[in-house]
T-cell receptor, first 117, second 118 residues
């Protein structure tokens, strides 16, 4: 099957610093990856679409300067939370879909729990 | 914009019994995909079952089956012979097919917390 790996699984950072989260497709190439945010006991909300070789597309209400996305290769997308504040604390999950017959299915990373102190 | 509604925040079922989780959605598109994902305490999203809107036949995966009513925009999940390992959050999700299979992100419902009573 298709495997998406996310790193780190947990991170604690100080308020005002930046933190980078990586999302890798391990056994397929992904021209598009997606970043979601999940607050405790809530649903997943799509934040942005990461496009290889071009700018990310952000959902309405998501600050593009706060959440920087870089999709520099066909297997790696990164989400950088800049100048993090306690309200940015959340669970961040990425997903990708392999090409071909399985491309309608989204495969998810393990998620990253970000705590800003 | 599409919306997905799960009206049952929590459901409880006895082990070995059958439970149905409800999901409705709203869209103006004619071609799309619907999914049920399971999120256990580990928070890893696991695909349970998927349905292509153009298919009339309801999808089935072992103990899991759906009742897809396109006209009513309803997509319920039936879990038969419930097992303790089925306990998790279940999310209904919608994906547009307008730009091709993997081009769009998913829209999720708020989830249903399924409790299995031993």
């Amino acid at each position: 099957g298709a495997v998406v790996s996310q790193h780190p699984s947990r991170v604690i950072c100080k308020s005002g610093t930046s933190v980078k989260i990586e999302c890798r497709s391990l056994d397929f190439q992904a021209t598009t990856m997606f970043w979601y945010r999940q607050f405790p006991k809530q649903s997943l909300m799509l934040m942005a679409t990461s496009n290889e070789g071009s700018k990310a597309t952000y959902e309405q209400g998501v600050e593009k300067d706060k959440f920087l996305i870089n999709h520099a290769s066909l297997t790696l997308s990164t989400l950088t939370v800049t100048s993090a504040h306690p309200e940015d604390s959340s669970f961040y999950i990425c997903s990708a879909s392999p090409p071909g017959a399985m491309n309608t299915e989204a495969f998810f990373g393990q998620g990253t729990r970000l705590t800003v102190v | 914009a599409q919306t997905v509604t799960q009206s049952q925040p929590e459901m409880s079922v006895q082990e070995a019994e059958t439970v149905t989780l409800s999901c409705t959605y709203d869209t103006s598109e004619s071609d799309y995909y619907l999914f049920w994902y399971k999120q256990p305490p580990s928070r890893q999203m696991i695909l349970v079952i998927r349905q292509e809107a153009y298919k009339q036949q309801n999808a089935t995966e072992n103990r899991f089956s759906v009742n897809f009513q396109k006209a009513a925009k309803s997509f319920s999940l039936k879990i038969s012979d419930s097992q303790l390992g089925d306990a998790a959050m279940y999310f209904c999700a919608y994906r547009s097919a307008f730009r091709g299979g993997g081009a769009d992100g998913l829209t999720f419902g708020k989830g249903t917390h399924l409790i299995i009573q031993p």
